[in-house]
């Protein structure tokens, strides 16, 4: 086939077509992904303006918001203008920077999963100790951490992606630029690259959840030791519903990046794209934060406030 030159546009072929099921689902998106913007904007403003939420944990979730954040405004507002408007080309630099940013934030976000997962072992396992084992330098180590492999890993994966030529094809069969679809059309032989990838990909997904596994093991060894009836109650239904949502984003990212080529579907691939991308951000700011009885004080206080102020 044809090389075509670097600088031609990519075709995203998008998520849904024009029918009337489809517009229906492209609505439901839209308000998911605006539910999201707005449920994690909301939990970054609280964290940074009570004092009440100015510690590790807080911050932790502070910054898990932040990656959600960003993570959805790299994906859904290309995404509802290609829609909309009928335009669907990308530019390779547009293609880049989206396999960047969002490889930087969904590989950070596994690590800093992995990071939350330690907090609470701390705060369940050995309360006492909390302040010496999540000191404050040890969270911004680990948080500056996960930014920083995250960042390694698109960095790489973009450079390398785009450095391959390209045969005359220039459609994109998903609604976002992935790393994955996008060596598929490649004209070289990618053999090389993707089993660094894949490898890659294994180690950021394998290693954090395994430091989830052994932290959600041991939580639960001290909760079953707990006397209180109401103290197991309570840690056993925090801790089943983060591992609900560490599992779905896991098992989303493990389905997607892990799974042998010969399992793989174009329509599989972007659905369950958009359900890690779209749809767990907005299960976050619920299960994590909002859940919480600090988190709903602050909401309350803040509320109030607003009150006070539009009353004046």
Same mark, same amino acid.
């Given at each position: ?28 998106? $839209? ?27 807080? /911050?932790?979730?502070?910054? $898990? ?18 829609? $909309? ?11 880049? /920077?989206?396999? /960047? ?35 404050? !330098? ?23 992606? *785009? ?21 598929? $059309? ?47 109650? !309570? ?25 042998? !080529? ?16 779209? /749809? ?20 309350? !206080? ?8 539009? *009353?004046?």
């Amino acid at each position: 086939m044809e090389n075509w030159n670097i600088t031609a546009d990519f075709i995203l072929l998008g998520l849904f077509n024009h029918t009337g099921a489809h517009q229906f689902l492209f609505v439901l998106v $839209l308000i998911v992904a605006f539910t999201s913007l707005v449920g994690n904007a909301l939990m970054l403003l609280l964290i940074l303006l009570d004092p009440r939420l100015h510690r590790p944990m807080y /911050f932790l979730l502070s910054q $898990l918001s932040l990656m959600d954040l960003m993570l959805i405004f790299t994906v859904a507002p290309k995404m509802a203008v290609d829609y $909309l408007t009928g335009r669907k080309f990308i530019s390779p630099t547009g293609c880049g /920077f989206q396999i /960047f940013f969002f490889l930087t934030f969904g590989g950070a976000e596994c690590f800093l999963l992995a990071a939350m997962s330690y907090d609470r072992y701390v705060a369940v396992c050995h309360p006492l100790r909390y302040p010496v084992l999540m000191s404050w !330098k040890l969270c911004l180590s680990m948080i500056l951490g996960s930014w920083f492999l995250g960042a390694a890993d698109g960095l790489m994966q973009a450079a390398v992606t *785009l450095n391959f030529s390209f045969c005359s094809a220039r459609e994109i069969d998903h609604f976002f630029c992935e790393a994955p679809t996008l060596v598929r $059309l490649s004209c070289a032989d990618t053999s090389v690259f993707e089993y660094v990838m894949y490898i890659c990909c294994v180690l950021m997904l394998l290693i954090p959840i395994s430091l989830i596994l052994v932290s959600y093991s041991l939580i639960l060894a001290a909760v079953l030791q707990m006397c209180s009836n109401e103290a197991r109650k !309570k840690a056993f239904a925090t801790c089943s519903s983060h591992i609900s949502v560490v599992g779905l984003f896991f098992g989303a990212a493990i389905f997607t990046y892990i799974r042998p !080529k010969s399992y793989r579907s174009a329509n599989h691939d972007k659905f369950v794209s958009a359900f890690y991308t779209i /749809f767990t951000p907005v299960l976050n700011p619920l299960i994590y934060s909002l859940r919480n009885s600090e988190v709903k004080g602050a909401l309350r !206080k803040c509320m109030d406030l607003c009150t006070a102020l539009s *009353l004046d």
